[in-house]
T-cell receptor, first 112, second 112 residues
Framework: DGGITQSPKYLFRKEGQNVTLSCEQNLNHDAMYWYRQDPGQGLRLIYYSQIVNDFQKGDIAEGYSVSREKKESFPLTVTSAQKNPTAFYLC???????????FGSGTQLSVL | QKEVEQNSGPLSVPEGAIASLNCTYSDRGSQSFFWYRQYSGKSPELIMFIYSNGDKEDGRFTAQLNKASQYVSLLIRDSQPSDSATYLCAVSQNSGYSTLTFGKGTMLLVSP
């Protein structure tokens, strides 16, 4: 059953804490993306990766970090430098044959 | 700065009517255009894509593209209450793994 798996579904962060959101795909897609969505807002690009061991900053990368050690995995760390982390985080992937973007089910991050 | 503009709505239509959702974009180099449907608390789902000027039909959905006017629209015929969702327009330059730029979405409400 191919798809994109994000975990956890809900995550709570304490002040000063770093948290990591998991994203795994078994679609054999080269490119992976992280978006942030705030209520009533569109999707804003945080980071993206076109190939293993390479990634680029998106429009709102400050306070976030990523790694791409495996093709299947693209974890996002929300660091303590991100002062307003409460949002719905979406991971997505895309293959090399078309521009279509497919999303995981998302992680809702809240601050305690 | 690439921008994608959508009316936030809500757009209210009665069941069985045609819903018309509109989107404009600023980057004339854009080549690929997508419509995503997002239910509250869920991740976006790709419902239509269009690359060439004109109309593209898929079931009750029709996407319309006019590159000269930098305008893309989505028509939903025979609207159903289950179509009530936020519809996101997304645009990309279609160069390699170019990123998608999303609008903020239009909320559609279909009343029985």
């Amino acid at each position: 059953d191919g798809g994109i798996t994000q975990s956890p579904k809900y995550l709570f962060r304490k002040e000063g804490q770093n948290v990591t959101l998991s994203c795994e795909q078994n679609l054999n897609h080269d490119a992976m993306y992280w978006y942030r969505q705030d209520p009533g807002q569109g999707l804003r690009l945080i980071y993206y990766s076109q190939i293993v061991n390479d990634f680029q900053k998106g429009d709102i990368a400050e306070g976030y970090s990523v790694s791409r050690e495996k093709k299947e995995s693209f974890p996002l760390t929300v660091t303590s430098a991100q002062k307003n982390p409460t949002a719905f985080y979406l991971c997505a992937s895309r293959d090399s044959t078309n521009e279509k973007l497919f999303f995981g089910s998302g992680t809702q991050l809240s601050v305690l | 700065q690439k921008e994608v503009e959508q009316n936030s709505g809500p757009l209210s239509v009665p069941e069985g009517a045609i819903a018309s959702l509109n989107c404009t974009y600023s980057d004339r180099g854009s080549q690929s255009f997508f419509w995503y449907r997002q239910y509250s608390g869920k991740s976006p789902e790709l419902i239509m894509f269009i690359y060439s000027n004109g109309d593209k039909e898929d079931g009750r959905f029709t996407a319309q593209l006019n590159k000269a006017s930098q305008y893309v629209s989505l028509l939903i015929r025979d609207s159903q209450p289950s179509d009530s969702a936020t519809y996101l327009c997304a645009v990309s330059q279609n160069s390699g793994y170019s990123t998608l730029t999303f609008g903020k979405g239009t909320m559609l409400l279909v009343s029985p």
